[in-house]
């Protein structure tokens, strides 16, 4: 009898450990939740509940949602904003509340997007509704991002919900400017002009645009009269440097894309291999706050040369009208 | 010095000329987000997706032009048109569908390429334009099975150290129980 009673007492305790692990490391619902996902083929998720005890009880932030439905685009070039709503139970009552909340939403490896003044709309009894608007920049990356929110109460009780997540679109883009470029003083038979302003291309998606992946198809500039004269896209080079040795010019040494490689039906990669120790012409526009404006951040600055302006060349319009407009491509791939 | 003269002002003339202007070569092409740029097809099965352009700096709509530049044997747009007009501060939707060959075989891979480029305006000057590609690969066969959470995947639950308690502790029980059942069996 004694040792069946012992029996008893070794399973009872056993169970009871085993109960509170569950408890302690709030397993037991996930261990749940990963059977269920095992028979239905569903994605379980797990949620994080920081709690922060102080004086009373702790809130608890309940129907975390989003606006958004799909896939969210961010504004190109902009910032766009996402409506996050939820609501907040606190049993000491809706007036232990604080009325102000915080949201942000969150990617690893990311800056956080916070609003640190989230809105009380409705407060009925014990549960009070909040609502707030945060923003995403054109750059932030693309993928499945969290929204976190967190409310505290005036004992200092914390209350925080993750539940909710949605995924940013991929987004490609650039901006081609400035709107005009000129070259100083073109005479027949004058060598290596650079154009006054150098091409800039900023970036106004999130992804990364590496190197090898802008491109450009140069055409003739053909005579609009006669259109047998023409600047040649051959005497054109096209670089990412510039210096006053004139290396935006130097097809020579590869330090800039002689531009007589193109067809005018083909792109060909502005990049390249300097010979010996000059300079490689490596262009690429990673995804950035590219308003910086340094050349580097989100942006890439192209110097287009002429190596040489025909001595045949009488005076007339010379453009794209004939032949294709030139074009610049950016590849944005995995 | 007269001949020197002429020369100057035609080089003056033609460097008035030559003016690059580079218009409308600003626009964005928004995708569906594809974990590693990698869509997930059975064969036989199809999936619409739905891109979304726009010209964040147009004062006028903006003419683009979309053309599926590599795997238009497995994708094809759905619109009845492959010109498109950015409104200002707007947005233009190009709907396309993709579809696995029913015959494919698990594990092939298609490579994708959207393009879309600036329709070149008609008329003079140095007109620059530019154009976008998005690439991804379309792959025959089932999605790899999603990741828990990005905090916790499954494999850091499998090593969660309080697993290995409870099933020790399990274990315990299942050996005293039994010892205990034995000893008393004997004393019978």
Redesign the interface.
Request: zero cysteines; proline letters at 3%.
């Given at each position: 009898m004694g040792?069946k009673r012992?029996?008893y007492i070794?399973?009872a305790v056993?169970l009871f450990?085993?109960f509170m692990?569950?408890l302690?490391?709030a397993?037991f619902s996930?261990w749940l939740n990963?059977i269920r996902s095992k028979i239905t083929g569903e994605?379980?998720?797990?949620v994080?509940f920081n709690i922060t005890v102080g004086a009373g009880n702790v809130p608890q932030i309940i129907n975390l949602t989003k606006d958004q439905v799909g896939?969210f685009?961010?504004?190109?070039?902009?910032m766009s904003n996402i409506t996050i709503n939820f609501s907040v139970v606190d049993a000491d009552g809706i007036s232990n509340l604080n009325t102000l909340a915080n949201v942000s939403l969150q990617?690893?490896g990311e800056s956080r997007r916070t609003n640190t003044t989230c809105q009380q709309v409705v407060a009925v009894g014990n549960n009070a509704n909040y609502t707030c608007q945060v923003d995403l920049w054109f750059f932030d990356d693309?993928?499945?991002w969290?929204v976190n929110a967190t409310i505290s109460d005036v004992s200092g009780n914390k209350a925080e919900n993750s539940t909710t997540t949605f995924?940013?679109?991929?987004?490609?883009?650039?901006?081609?400017?400035?709107?005009?470029?000129?070259?100083?003083?073109?005479?027949?038979g004058?060598k290596n002009q650079t154009?006054s302003t150098a091409?800039t291309l900023n970036n106004?998606?999130n992804q990364d645009i590496p190197d090898g992946n802008i491109e450009i198809n140069a055409t003739t500039?053909a005579g609009?009269s006669n259109s047998v004269l023409g600047?040649h896209s051959g005497n054109f080079t096209i670089s990412n440097t510039t210096t006053a040795g004139k290396i935006q010019c130097d097809g020579g040494n590869n330090t800039a894309v002689v531009l007589s490689k193109v067809s005018g039906k083909s792109f060909i990669d502005i990049n390249q291999t300097g010979v010996g120790t000059f300079a490689n012409v490596t262009t690429n526009m990673s995804r950035g706050n590219h308003s910086i404006n340094n050349g580097i951040i989100g942006q890439e600055q192209l110097y287009?040369c002429i190596t040489l302006?025909g001595p045949e060349?009488?005076?007339?319009?010379?453009?794209?009208?004939l032949n294709?407009?030139?074009?610049?491509?950016?590849?944005?791939?995995? | 010095m007269a001949n020197k003269s002429i020369?100057?002002m035609?080089?003056?003339?033609?460097?008035i000329?030559?003016?690059?202007?580079?218009?409308a070569?600003?626009?964005?092409?928004?995708?569906?987000?594809?974990?590693?740029?990698?869509l997930y097809l059975s064969p036989g099965e199809s999936e619409e997706l739905e891109f979304?352009l726009?010209?964040?700096?147009a004062t006028e709509p903006t003419e683009v032009g979309v053309k599926i530049e590599e795997g238009s044997e497995i994708m094809q747009i759905i619109d009845p048109k492959s010109t498109y007009t950015i409104p200002v501060s707007g947005?233009a939707s190009v709907n396309t569908q993709v579809t696995a060959p029913p015959n494919a075989k698990i594990g092939d891979i298609y490579k994708i390429?959207v393009s879309v480029?600036?329709v070149?305006?008609?008329?003079?000057?140095?007109?620059?334009?530019?154009?976008?590609?998005?690439?991804?690969?379309v792959v025959v066969g089932e999605k790899p099975?999603?990741q828990?959470?990005?905090?916790?995947s499954?494999g850091e639950?499998a090593s969660?150290p309080?697993?290995y308690?409870?099933v020790g502790?399990?274990i315990?029980?299942l050996v005293?129980?039994f010892a205990?059942?034995k000893?008393?069996t004997k004393k019978r």
């Open positions: 040792e012992l029996i070794i399973l056993g450990v085993i692990s569950f302690v490391t397993g996930d990963n994605a379980t998720s797990f994080d896939s685009t961010v504004t190109e070039n902009g990617k690893t693309d993928g499945a969290t995924t940013v679109a991929t987004q490609t883009g650039f901006i081609l400017g400035p709107g005009n470029l000129s070259f100083s003083t073109l005479s027949p004058a154009a091409l106004t998606g500039l609009e600047l287009l302006v060349l009488t005076q007339q319009s010379y453009s794209t009208s294709k407009p030139w074009t610049i491509q950016a590849t944005s791939a995995a | 020369t100057q035609l080089g003056i003339f033609i460097g000329l030559i003016i690059l202007s580079a218009v070569s600003a626009f964005s092409i928004s995708a569906p987000y594809m974990e590693n740029r990698k979304v726009q010209n964040a700096f947005r390429r480029g600036t070149p305006a008609e008329g003079g000057a140095f007109t620059f334009g530019s154009s976008i590609n998005h690439d991804f690969e099975k999603t828990i959470t990005g905090e916790q499954k639950i969660n309080s697993l308690l409870i502790i399990i315990v029980i005293i129980f205990l059942r000893r008393k």
